[in-house]
T-cell receptor, first 110, second 117 residues
Framework: KQEVTQIPAALSVPEGENLVLNCSFT??????LQWFRQDPGKGLTSLLL?????REQTSGRLNASLDKSSGRSTLYIAASQPGDSATYLC?????????FGTGTRLLVSP | ETGVTQSPTHLIKTRGQQVTLRCSSQ?????VSWYQQALGQGPQFIFQ???????GRGNFPPRFSGLQFPNYSSELNVNALELDDSALYLC????????????????FGPGTRLTVT
């Protein structure tokens, strides 16, 4: 049974800092790993998807890496901004479903 | 290309009642999945529909049921509502990948917030 863990549960940083969010999963037989952003009370916005054959993906200030053998993924956010404040969720994709972590709640203060 | 839409946005029901939530898939997608997200938790997989048939189910009782229509829109029905059913319900649409797997990107709707009193 796939289990996904995210560390830290919450993070508070001043604007401009670079930061790393961590995601670990127990079953390496995944099709891909997705990172999502969720604003309070809202749905999920897909940020990055890394296929199982890939090592990393980049979009703007975001970079996500995947190491299947160790069951880890990281989301790197460069030069954080107050608008980045949200909950970040990672999800490991199995044959039929996504298994989510409980998220990292990020607060970027001006 | 329209995104995934869900209705209603918010809903308040009484324990024991029944509720129907609706989801319209993104254009070109043939698979719809439903997730339940309790406050402070990650989404939990309820079930998935592919070509109008249930194609996988999470650890949810039979009072959670669904439908998928020929236009790939979907409904989630919950009977005999319980207080613990209060949550954000999310649907996600996608296309089946290689070998029928869920290998493609999942696109989520804005969710329906259900409150059971």
């Amino acid at each position: 049974k796939q289990e996904v863990t995210q560390i830290p549960a919450a993070l508070s940083v001043p604007e401009g800092e670079n930061l790393v969010l961590n995601c670990s999963f127990t079953d390496s037989a995944i099709y891909n790993l997705q990172w999502f952003r969720q604003d309070p009370g809202k749905g999920l916005t897909s940020l990055l998807l890394i296929q199982s054959s890939q090592r990393e993906q980049t979009s703007g200030r975001l970079n996500a890496s995947l190491d299947k053998s160790s069951g880890r993924s990281t989301l790197y956010i460069a030069a954080s901004q107050p608008g980045d404040s949200a909950t970040y969720l990672c999800a490991a994709t199995g044959f039929q479903k996504l298994v989510f972590g409980t998220g990292t709640r990020l607060l970027v203060s001006p | 290309e329209t995104g995934v839409t869900q209705s209603p946005t918010h809903l308040i029901k009484t324990r024991g009642q029944q509720v129907t939530l609706r989801c319209s898939s993104q254009s070109g997608h043939n698979t719809v999945s439903w997730y339940q997200q309790a406050l402070g938790q990650g989404p939990q997989f309820i079930f998935q529909y592919y070509r109008e048939e249930e194609n996988g189910r999470g650890n949810f009782p039979p009072r959670f049921s669904g439908l998928q229509f020929p236009n790939y829109s979907s409904e989630l029905n919950v009977n005999a509502l319980e207080l613990d059913d209060s949550a954000l319900y999310l649907c996600a649409s996608s296309s089946r990948g290689q070998g029928g797997s869920l290998g493609g990107e999942q696109y989520f709707g804005p969710g329906t917030r259900l409150t059971v009193t």
